[in-house]
């Protein structure tokens, strides 16, 4: 980084800054059902550098709100930290090249039988940068009615639960800590600050 990098990064706005270093090998050291594990050799700061991340394909995530403001959150058993947590209706991006919106408009009626006539982007999170590439696309989601499918669910998608719950109500819950989703907690926290 140069000194007028540096400076930049000290007084200008606050916002990430992409800075993608020389990458000198890549490969996939483990192969997933759902994520792959890749390991890098790059170059930064006059030295290659090897890490290993979860390559991940990306995903949406829906905050959907009804006429009455509030907000959809469902409950889903999530293995790897074994609990039934509160999240948003959520995918991953399935499809090489495939649409956020589109995905998310798919993941809304895949997991609680319902569609929006009006979106708009709320806020992108990238889930863990030091460890994954993942970046989930958030949308809001209003006008929102039946679908004109119901899906059949499996897995762990079976037994979802869906709840409106107020935005105020969820915001507390995560004020709390009765709720630990990053995604639902990032949602409802910029949701709440948007007005």
Same mark, same amino acid.
């Given at each position: 980084?140069? #000194?007028?990098?540096?400076?930049?990064?000290?007084? =200008? #706005?606050? *916002?990430?800054?992409? $800075?993608?270093?020389?990458? %000198?090998?890549?490969?996939? %050291?483990?192969? =997933?059902?759902?994520?792959?594990? @890749?390991?890098?050799?790059?170059?930064?700061?006059?030295?290659? %550098?090897?890490? $290993?991340?979860?390559?991940?394909?990306?995903?949406?995530? +829906?905050?959907? @709100?009804?006429?009455? &403001?509030?907000?959809?959150?469902?409950?889903?058993?999530?293995? *790897?930290? @074994?609990?039934?947590?509160?999240?948003?209706?959520?995918?991953?991006?399935?499809?090489? =090249?495939?649409?956020?919106?589109?995905?998310?408009?798919?993941?809304?009626?895949?997991?609680?039988?319902?569609?929006?006539?009006?979106?708009? #982007?709320?806020?992108? %999170?990238?889930?863990?940068? &030091? &460890?994954?590439?993942?970046?989930?696309?958030?949308?809001?989601?209003?006008?929102?009615?039946?679908?004109? $499918?119901?899906?059949?669910?499996?897995?762990?998608?079976?037994?979802?639960?869906?709840?409106?719950?107020?935005?105020?109500?969820? +915001?507390?819950?995560?004020?709390? =800590?009765?709720?630990?989703?990053?995604?639902?907690?990032?949602?409802?926290?910029?949701?709440?600050?948007?007005?």
């Amino acid at each position: 980084m140069t #000194p007028a990098e540096r400076d930049a990064l000290l007084t =200008g #706005p606050l *916002a990430d800054l992409p $800075d993608p270093a020389e990458v %000198v090998a890549s490969e996939r %050291v483990f192969d =997933g059902r759902v994520w792959d594990v @890749r390991r890098d050799t790059f170059r930064f700061g006059g030295q290659d %550098v090897v890490r $290993d991340y979860v390559d991940h394909t990306g995903a949406v995530a +829906v905050l959907a @709100r009804d006429d009455e &403001g509030r907000v959809l959150v469902i409950n889903q058993y999530r293995h *790897a930290i @074994r609990t039934r947590d509160w999240e948003l209706p959520a995918g991953l991006l399935d499809v090489e =090249g495939e649409d956020p919106l589109e995905a998310a408009k798919r993941e809304l009626a895949e997991e609680a039988d319902l569609v929006a006539s009006d979106w708009s #982007p709320l806020i992108e %999170v990238a889930t863990s940068p &030091g &460890g994954s590439d993942e970046v989930i696309h958030v949308f809001e989601a209003r006008g929102v009615s039946a679908a004109p $499918d119901e899906f059949v669910r499996t897995e762990e998608e079976a037994e979802i639960v869906l709840r409106w719950v107020p935005l105020a109500e969820a +915001v507390e819950a995560a004020l709390a =800590g009765r709720i630990r989703n990053s995604i639902l907690l990032v949602a409802v926290l910029a949701a709440h600050a948007r007005g």
